[in-house]
């Protein structure tokens, strides 16, 4: 008996690509703040080049942002296991997210690059 007769359910192969997503919740470390972005470090590599959903909290403010991995880079964790250090774009934010930003940098809002 082989493993596809044991199988109770029937099973498809896709022969070409198809879309899905993976929505993970994970606290992760600060390492660096920025107004374009951030420095996180985390057990999970990303993947270089793709974009994810993040959620900013600050004090009794959060806001969802778009963020896009710019680079990744193994960092040796003593007793912790592989580590990563994760450099993060942030994409198109709205009001509430640069406002959050600025609140967390102690600064102003930066203006919408149509109103400079």
Do not use: K
Request: charged fraction near 25%; aromatic fraction near 6%; include cysteine.
């Amino acid at each position: 008996m082989t493993l596809m007769d044991r199988r109770r359910v029937t099973r498809f192969e896709f022969v070409e690509s198809q879309w899905g997503s993976l929505r993970a919740l994970e606290s992760l470390r600060l390492r660096n703040f920025g107004r374009e972005g951030l420095l996180i470090e985390s057990a999970t590599p990303l993947p270089v080049g793709s974009v994810h959903e993040i959620r900013l909290v600050h004090r009794t403010s959060t806001a969802q942002c778009r963020v896009a991995v710019r680079h990744l880079s193994p960092e040796d964790a003593a007793g912790d296991g592989q580590q990563y250090l994760i450099g993060l774009e942030f994409i198109n934010l709205d009001d509430p997210a640069r406002t959050l930003v600025a609140q967390v940098l102690g600064e102003p809002p930066a203006p919408l690059p149509n109103e400079a």
